[in-house]
Nanobody, 127 residues
């Protein structure tokens, strides 16, 4: 079972940028879709961004489209979430996750589609 470690969270001011990293313990990002989810206090875990196993397609929640970018580095077996123009409503714990299936043709959008999760990293956007 793959282990995922998120990093890069912290405090950032409105309009600023932050880059989150998710490192996998074994070869993962080139054979599985990867996703980023977030969860704010009192709210459910919501989809933020996903990337297909081959990087061919990417998808984003409407709330972050145009501001966030998901990308991967196969040599480092790491997926990233570049967060630009952040807003206070982006404040949440961010989790990365690995698809439960290899070579899925589409971007999985539901938490139940993912088989492994990181521990989460806190992002706080000051207003």
């Amino acid at each position: 079972q793959v282990q995922l470690v998120e990093s890069g969270g912290g405090l950032v001011q409105t309009g600023g940028s932050l880059r989150l990293s998710c490192a996998a313990s074994r070869r993962t990002v080139s054979v599985y879709a990867m996703g980023w989810f977030r969860q704010a206090p009192g709210k459910g875990r919501e989809f933020v961004a996903g990337i297909r196993w081959d990087g061919g397609i990417r998808d984003y929640a409407d709330s972050v489209k145009g501001r966030f970018t998901i990308f991967r580095d196969n040599t480092k077996n790491t997926v990233y979430l570049q967060m630009n123009s952040v807003k206070p409503e982006d404040t949440a714990v961010y989790y990365c996750a690995v698809d439960s299936r290899i070579h899925r043709a589409t971007i999985p959008l539901q938490a139940a589609d993912f088989g492994s999760w990181g521990q989460g990293t806190q992002v706080t956007v000051s207003s």
